[in-house]
């Protein structure tokens, strides 16, 4: 069965510190991988998606970057955080080309910039 | 751009009463999805909507598509403290290659 893991599951950083958060997923290959960033008691924001190795997109303009160096491994970083970097952060995969199937999200992360 | 929007944004419901949340988009989509996040949680894939005028029950919650395929609703019967969370709807566009548009959500307080 498909797994999805994403860690760490809380994290407290100082402004102007670097971030790395990473998502790996099990069992399929080739999945569609989604970055979403949730403010508190709000929707779903979408950062970043890749359709494949090396293949990023990005949906708005801000102090993140996203990589996926293997094909089941999405890093979203920042070389330095900002107090509105703050939030729940949440990986996805869906299967590619059938995103009937839904997505599958990972259990997010909580940063807190301060 | 695709607009999805969700209402109503909060709900408090008393514990047996019923009550519907509405999605509606600016475009036609090609299917539409529903999410469940608890307080804490992540987002659960709930169910997905893809003809037009589709209805389709999963247990107390009902969901429909409308015709037009610009709109749904989530109407759930008897509520429960189990139905404690936020409900996101998600619509997708044909050309979108597979990038959901979330509503806002409406988060679901149940009173005993």
């Known amino acids: 069965s498909q797994t999805i893991h994403q860690w760490p599951a809380t994290l407290v950083q100082p402004v102007g510190s670097p971030l790395s958060l990473e998502c790996t997923v099990e069992g399929t290959s080739n999945p569609n991988l989604y970055w979403y960033r949730q403010a508190a008691g709000r929707g779903l924001q979408l950062l970043f998606y890749?359709?494949?190795?090396?293949?990023i997109s990005s949906e708005v303009p801000q102090n993140l970057s996203a990589s996926r160096p293997q094909d089941r491994q999405f890093i979203l970083s920042s070389k330095k955080l900002l107090l509105s970097d703050s939030g729940f952060y949440l990986c996805?995969?869906?299967?590619?080309?059938?995103?009937?199937?839904?997505?599958?999200f990972g259990s997010g992360t909580r940063l807190t910039v301060v | 751009g695709q607009q999805v929007m969700q209402i109503p944004q909060y709900q408090h419901v008393q514990e047996g009463e019923d009550f519907t949340t509405y999605c509606n988009s600016s475009t036609t989509l090609s299917n539409i999805q529903w999410y469940k996040q608890r307080p804490g949680g992540h987002p659960v894939f709930l169910i997905q909507l893809v003809k037009s005028g589709e209805v389709k029950k999963q247990k107390r919650l009902t969901f429909q598509f409308g015709e037009a395929k610009k709109n749904s609703s989530l109407h759930i019967t008897a509520t429960q403290t189990t139905d404690v969370g936020t409900y996101f709807c998600a619509g997708l566009k044909g050309d979108s290659w597979g990038k959901l548009q979330f509503g806002a959500g409406t988060q679901v307080v149940v009173t005993p």
């Open positions: 996805a995969w869906s299967v590619q080309y059938r995103p009937n199937y839904g997505y599958t």
């Open positions: 890749s359709i494949g190795i090396g293949q």
